[in-house]
Structures are given as structure tokens and as C-alpha cells.
């Protein structure tokens, strides 16, 4: 495959995993705001703090270890796309000179 397309499945991962990070965390400091209102009956104030409860859990255990190996896997993808294109470049390079 060429360097464009290397580039961009790894810049598209990479996307991904910044989105699969930043998801749970913007649901995390939302509840986090909202327990902070006053006004909160004792059972909404229970149900919000289940939910955060929740979230947090998952953003642990799930989301974020997701989220790592998926920018990890893009900034590889990307690495391996520039390193193949300069070898590739080189090698034409070096097949050129040796026909002069």
C-alpha cells in the first residue's frame, strides 16, 4: 500500500482513539457538574451518583486501555508509513544513480 493510505488508516485510528478517550471523560466531568447543583432530591442525587459511579468504572476498565492501543496502533501505522516511504525513496535513489 502507498504512503497516503498508510498515513491516513493511521491518522484515522489515531482520531479514533483520542475519541474513544475523550468521550467517557466529558460524560464523567458532566455528571460531576451536575452533583454539584443544589436543588438535587436525595434520589436524584443517588441516581447521578450510580451513574458517575458507573462511568468512571467503565472509563477504567474499558475506554481508556480501548483508547490506549488505539493511538498506540496509530502512531505506528504513521511511523511505519513515513519509514516505508523513505526507504522506498532511498531505494528508487540508489536504482537511479546506478543506471547513470
Do not use: C
Not at 475519541?19 to 447543583?37: A, M
Not at 502512531?75 to 519509514?83: F, H
Amino acid at each position: 500500500m502507498s504512503f497516503k493510505i498508510w498515513f491516513a488508516v493511521g491518522a484515522t485510528i489515531l482520531i479514533v482513539g483520542f475519541i474513544v478517550q475523550w468521550y467517557p471523560t466529558s460524560i464523567v466531568e458532566g455528571l460531576e457538574e451536575r452533583l454539584s447543583e443544589s436543588g438535587l432530591s436525595t434520589d436524584e442525587r443517588s441516581k447521578l451518583q450510580g451513574a458517575l459511579n458507573s462511568w468512571k468504572v467503565h472509563q477504567i476498565t474499558a475506554f481508556t486501555p480501548i483508547s490506549n492501543i488505539l493511538i498506540v496502533v496509530g502512531i505506528i501505522t504513521i511511523v511505519y508509513a513515513v519509514i516505508s516511504n523513505i526507504f522506498t525513496i532511498v531505494t528508487e535513489y540508489k536504482v537511479v544513480k546506478k543506471e547513470e
